[in-house]
């Protein structure tokens, strides 16, 4: 189960370009929340991309169903209190390589 990611205190933490910031930090779960402007994307962007995806190769329903099935299964990839858009696509790209034989050019073009 998720985390209801509640924050009272913030704490120095260091990010991708080894500078420290000060960030808020989860009270339940002691999780540092993103502050960065790489934001992460809601399941629905990913859904979407699928979609596109479909213009350039030949993809089916069934294997389109089981790469967002195995996204929303994974509890990182939905929480967007800490993940960044850089870790959820590489997080996609391998799910999608998974059951689909495409290229990274092509998945990091519709990203």
């Not at 910031?21 to 809601?42: E, Q, R, Y």
């Not at 030949?58 to 089981?66: S, Y």
């Amino acid at each position: 189960m998720l985390c209801d990611h509640y924050a009272n205190q913030r704490e120095w933490y260091k990010i991708s370009n080894g500078i420290l910031k000060l960030h808020p930090v989860c009270s339940n779960c002691g999780t540092f929340k993103n502050v960065s402007s790489d934001k992460g994307k809601k399941l629905s962007y990913f859904i979407r991309v699928l979609s596109e995806l479909k213009k350039y190769c030949k993809v089916t329903e069934v294997q389109l169903r089981l790469i967002a099935k195995e996204l929303e299964a994974n509890p990182d990839f939905c929480d967007l209190w800490w993940i960044s858009f850089e870790q959820q696509k590489k997080i996609f790209i391998g799910v999608v390589k998974k059951y689909v034989k495409v290229g990274n050019q092509v998945l990091e073009s519709l990203l």
